[in-house]
T-cell receptor, first 117, second 113 residues
Framework: GAVVSQHPSRVICKSGTSVKIECRSL??????MFWYRQFPKQSLMLMAT?????????EQGVEKDKFLINHASLTLSTLTVTSAHPEDSSFYIC?????????????FGPGTRLLVL | AQSVSQHNHHVILSEAASLELGCNYS??????LFWYVQYPGQHLQLLLK??????LVKGIKGFEAEFIKSKFSFNLRKPSVQWSDTAEYFC???????????FGSGTRLQVQP
């Protein structure tokens, strides 16, 4: 159980276009999902916390108008990179918060590799 | 600000050697601690976690970790590694009121046959 999927797994786009990434919890409901960014050979950096039915909470330095997050249901959160530029190229990973017994645990998706040309 | 340190960036071991990866965190209050593993080309998987209780936590695939509160540490151990343990290992922390995870920089483990 506790499977999280992401779509697409890989996307190449032209500079100036927008890209939407979906994160789904397949076998559990997640009121909270998280979006991380991972640069090559570096750790995961939290971008934002996505709460179902409310606005996302962004980390300092993350532009909310550039990285639009929508969490319309208990199993789906989307991240839209608007007007993408080459510096937005990265590996984007989502996680969904679920309960393992009484312990809240984050389960991670496989990630989406974005390349902006 | 809360931070997580993993001092071993790259570890190379032979099969059957024992493993210990260090993890230290900076937050002084109650914390939840996690170790995740990322095999080549795969997503992050939870190895083990500590919330409370017995400070020695056993996880999957023969891994264990010990929470030492006085040292702010949560080191990962395995008595005998296998080639299939080659992966990137991440220590992570969260705490009440801050559910998002703060990750360490990761340790790349390479096990040679």
């Amino acid at each position: 159980g506790a499977v999280v999927s992401q779509h697409p797994s890989r996307v190449i786009c032209k500079s100036g276009t927008s890209v939407k990434i979906e994160c789904r919890s397949l076998d559990f409901q997640a009121t909270t999902m998280f979006w991380y960014r991972q640069f090559p050979k570096q750790s995961l950096m939290l971008m934002a916390t996505s709460n179902e039915g409310s606005k996302a909470t962004y980390e300092q330095g993350v532009e909310k108008d550039k990285f639009l997050i929508n969490h319309a249901s208990l199993t789906l959160s989307t991240l839209t990179v608007t007007s993408a530029h080459p510096e937005d190229s990265s590996f984007y990973i989502c996680s969904a918060s679920g309960l393992d017994g009484r312990q809240e645990t984050q389960y991670f998706g496989p990630g989406t590799r974005l390349l902006v040309l | 600000a809360q931070s997580v340190s993993q001092h071993n960036h790259h570890v190379i071991l032979s099969e059957a050697a024992s493993l210990e990866l260090g993890c230290n965190y900076s937050y002084g209050g109650t914390v939840n601690l996690f170790w995740y593993v990322q095999y080549p080309g795969q997503h992050l998987q939870l190895l083990l976690k500590y919330f409370s209780g017995d400070p020695l936590v056993k996880g999957i695939k023969g891994f264990e970790a010990e929470f030492i509160k006085s040292k702010f540490s949560f080191n990962l151990r395995k008595p005998s590694v296998q080639w299939s343990d080659t992966a990137e290992y991440f220590c992570a922390v969260n705490r009440p009121g801050r559910r998002a995870l703060t990750f360490g920089s990761g340790t790349r483990l390479q096990v040679q046959p």
